[in-house]
């Protein structure tokens, strides 16, 4: 069992920045890859970030590519998601998971890009 805690989101302006973290605990070793998804009101879950835990290897979505940057701190077990130059299109619930034999989800967190 892998439990996962969202933080960090928050009302931000156009071009503002904020970052998100995701504290994992429990059976940590058998992650194999952790994400941050996103979803915005009647669009479809998609995956904005990702990290292979083995190597720290990391894929983003096109349209963060350049923004946002995913991140990791093993001491504290947290991943991070550092999200610049923020666009009212970013605007969604954030969610962390991570991929062991199965998927798991953290709470989710609001992040609001409005003036």
């Known amino acids: 069992q892998v439990q996962l805690v969202d933080s960090g989101g928050g009302l931000v302006q156009p071009g503002g920045s904020l970052r998100l973290s995701c504290a994992a605990s429990g059976n940590i070793r058998s992650i194999n890859y952790m994400g941050w998804y996103r979803q915005a009101p009647g669009n479809q879950r998609e995956l904005v970030a990702g990290?292979?835990?083995?190597?720290?290897?990391?894929n983003y979505a096109d349209s963060v590519k350049g923004r946002f940057t995913i991140s990791r701190d093993n001491a504290k077990n947290t991943v991070y998601l550092q999200m610049n130059s923020l666009k009212p299109e970013d605007t969604a619930v954030y969610f962390c998971?991570?991929?062991?034999?199965?998927?798991?989800w953290g709470q989710g967190t609001q992040v609001t890009v409005s003036s």
């Open positions: 990290m292979i835990t083995n190597d720290g290897s990391t």
């Open positions: 998971s991570a991929i062991t034999f199965r998927t798991y």
